[in-house]
């Protein structure tokens, strides 16, 4: 079979998808003091399939427009908002995981940190999922657009899971007790 990145970029994504979300999901039955790494590699993972997907949309759009600057640029950034929004989401969540991880692997947060921090991974493990639907729907694959009921959507779930990780934020820095 000769070399066609569109055989194997999907393949990688849905695998790295998979993975994370299985790795995210197990961050909430793990009782370890290493909980918050865990839940570094699962939104690690997550940033890799999303870059996969923008990386998949970039060579996409290149072929269809013949790669000049100037009809590719305004497509590319008007397909890729929804995906930098989820990224710049999972960054803000990793450096709140980063900057607190003795507080999470101490396990000495209340429960506001837990249920919320549940939350922001349930709504990145929607956003997946609408990305995922999104670029496997005929109208992403003929147009290279991700569809506006996809993209609205993701928007929606976005800025929402803003409001939740600023709560963590708030949690892990004020609510936090120390015995």
């Known amino acids: 079979m000769p070399y066609n990145q ?13 993975v994370g979300s299985i790795i995210l999901l197990l961050s909430f039955v793990i009782t370890s003091s290493s909980i918050a790494y865990v839940s570094i590699v699962g939104y690690c993972l997550i940033i890799f399939s999303i ?4 990386a998949n949309m970039f060579t996409t759009i290149i072929k269809k427009t013949g790669s000049k600057l100037t009809t590719f640029l305004p497509i590319f950034l008007n397909n890729t908002g929804p995906f930098i929004l989820n990224i710049a989401i999972i960054i803000f969540l990793l450096s709140l995981i980063i900057v607190y991880t003795d507080k999470i692997n101490s396990g000495r947060l209340p429960g ?19 990305f995922y639907y999104g670029v496997n729907t005929d109208s992403y694959l003929y147009n290279t657009k991700l569809p506006v009921i996809y993209s609205s959507f993701s928007y929606l779930v976005g800025v929402i899971n803003v409001y939740i990780a600023v709560i963590i934020q708030i949690v892990l ?7």
């Open 112 to 130: 506001l940190y837990y249920s919320f921090s549940q939350l922001a991974v349930f709504l990145v493990l929607i956003q997946i999922a609408i």
């Open 51 to 54: 870059l996969l997907i923008i």
């Open 173 to 179: 820095k004020y609510y936090t007790t120390d015995g």
């Open 6 to 18: 569109q055989n194997w970029f999907p393949i990688i994504y849905t695998s790295l998808v998979i």
